[in-house]
């Protein structure tokens, strides 16, 4: 199996429409498709704002509809509509699976899936927006078990999480109470939780 990943950089972007997320956003992470259309996406992501940047001022960017906030144990987490044509081609792409992230001015897509349907898909985006890198590697001998895509804080953080209770309805822990039985600050343990968080889904995504 192979996984191909395609990035476009600060400068790539600087003169389109998704150059408009570097003033806004440090950091991006899609956390999951809730409605694919071929006119939109409705995703989960979690943005890290940029210092005196915040909500509003991602209301401004207008190919993301905020539709709603997700509940406070998300930490930041939204509810979008998103229109761009990038992300509506390779979310409607069929026999691959995609994962994007953006950080730092810089947007990733990688790939797993069928081979033609990720050629189509990679050629495709060169006609929207020409990729600053495209790489391809094996992955048919890496490991594929979720201890493989934490770190050892993360699924100490994750671990601790569930076996407390944090994921019950109600749930049966804060993430105050959390942080301290590790000892550490919340907001740390909070940033290594939500990593955590998304690692897991992209993982499960991969394991369909």
């Known amino acids: ?3 191909v990943t395609v990035s476009w950089d600060r400068e790539a972007l600087a003169n ?6 570097d003033d806004v956003v440090q950091r991006l992470s899609f956390i999951g498709n809730l409605l694919i259309t071929p006119e939109g996406i409705r995703q989960i992501i979690l943005p890290v704002y940029r210092e005196g940047k915040s909500l509003e001022d991602l209301e401004t960017i207008p190919y993301l509809t905020v539709e709603q906030e997700v509940n406070e144990r998300e930490g930041g987490a939204l509810v979008v509509w ?3 044509a990038l992300v509506c081609l390779a979310s409607t792409t069929e026999n691959i699976y995609i994962m994007l992230e953006y950080e730092d001015g810089t947007l990733t897509l990688t790939f797993r899936g069928l081979a033609k349907a ?8 060169k006609v929207v927006l020409p990729p600053a890198e495209i790489r391809v590697r094996d ?7 979720l201890a493989d895509v934490l770190t050892q804080r993360q699924h100490e953080c ?3 999480a569930i076996e407390h209770g944090y994921y019950n309805e109600p749930k049966s822990i804060t993430i105050q109470a959390l942080a301290d039985v590790l000892g550490i600050a919340r907001s740390t343990y909070q940033e290594h939780l939500q990593t955590a968080e998304i690692e897991v889904l992209k993982w499960a995504g991969q394991q369909i």
């Open 1 to 3: 199996m192979r996984e």
């Open 16 to 21: 389109t429409d998704l150059g408009l997320l």
């Open 82 to 84: 998103n229109s761009h």
């Open 118 to 125: 990720i050629s189509s898909f990679v050629k495709l985006s």
């Open 139 to 145: 992955i048919l001998e890496e490991g594929n078990s």
């Open 158 to 160: 994750y671990g601790l």
